[in-house]
């Protein structure tokens, strides 16, 4: 599976983002996804997941209530919305697909996108 991340930028506090991660190369519909981050000088931390038919879904507690997972399988396109975005929050943001899904950071993901840059300003 090949992903490409996007939907980042520079944005300020309290604004709003849409990710998208789009897939091509398998049958993305069997495909587990999560999104993670990473802040400068810190470990890379997942964010949410989404099982492959959109039915479950999981965010680390930081997140909980201003981020939100879901996909279009039609699209084969994974999303995050971002709300009330926060200085913190700004890091590199990855998508990942696994066959299996998980809600346990140290699962291993078997694909990953490039990541895509958000940078919150106060």
């Known amino acids: 599976v090949q992903l490409q991340a996007s939907g980042g930028g520079l944005v300020q506090a309290g604004d709003s983002l849409r990710l998208s991660c789009a897939a091509s190369g398998h049958t993305f519909s069997n495909y587990a996804m999560a999104w993670f981050r990473q802040a400068p000088g810190k470990e890379r931390e997942l964010v949410a997941t989404?099982?492959?038919?959109?039915?479950?879904?999981y965010y680390t507690a930081s997140v909980k209530g201003r981020f939100t997972i879901s996909r279009d399988n039609a699209k084969n396109t994974v999303y995050l919305q971002i709300n009330s975005l926060k200085p913190e929050d700004t890091a590199v943001y990855y998508c990942?697909?696994?066959?299996?899904?998980?809600?346990?950071?140290?699962?291993?993901?078997?694909?990953w996108g490039q990541g895509t840059q958000v940078t919150v300003s106060s």
């Open positions: 990942a697909a696994d066959l299996y899904y998980s809600e346990d950071e140290a699962h291993k993901y078997d694909y």
């Open positions: 989404i099982t492959w038919s959109g039915s479950m879904t």
